[in-house]
Nanobody, 124 residues
């Protein structure tokens, strides 16, 4: 089992940047595929990005490609998402999640553990 805690959210202006972090407990963090998801008010949760256990493979939702970069540091039990050129429509609660499988999944149902979320607000 792994517990996840996100940090790094906040208020940023249109075009700004933020880096979110998600730190996991337990010594098996490196065994998990990690994903970032987000949920805006009134909307369904959506996949943002995912990364393989080694960090060698990444996958992004189309609307995030070129703006968001996911990475991980297994020595620190932490996964990151660097978000650049943020837009008001990126405003949401961002969640990190872990899954035991070997492939990057885009469906939230495929993930086993979730953090509590961190709010990102982009002002116009």
């Amino acid at each position: 089992q792994v517990q996840l805690v996100e940090s790094g959210g906040g208020l940023v202006q249109d075009g700004g940047s933020l880096r979110l972090s998600c730190t996991g407990s337990g010594h098996t963090f490196s065994a998990y595929v990690m994903g970032w998801f987000r949920q805006a008010p009134g909307l369904e949760r959506e996949f943002v990005a995912g990364i393989s256990w080694s960090g060698a493979r990444t996958y992004y939702a189309d609307s995030m490609k070129g703006r968001f970069t996911i990475s991980r540091d297994n020595a620190k039990n932490t996964v990151y998402v660097q978000m650049n050129n943020l837009k008001p429509e990126d405003t949401a609660v961002y969640y990190c999640a872990a899954r035991s499988g070997s492939s990057i999944a885009t469906r939230g149902e495929s993930y086993d553990y979730w953090g509590q979320g961190t709010q990102v607000t982009v002002s116009s």
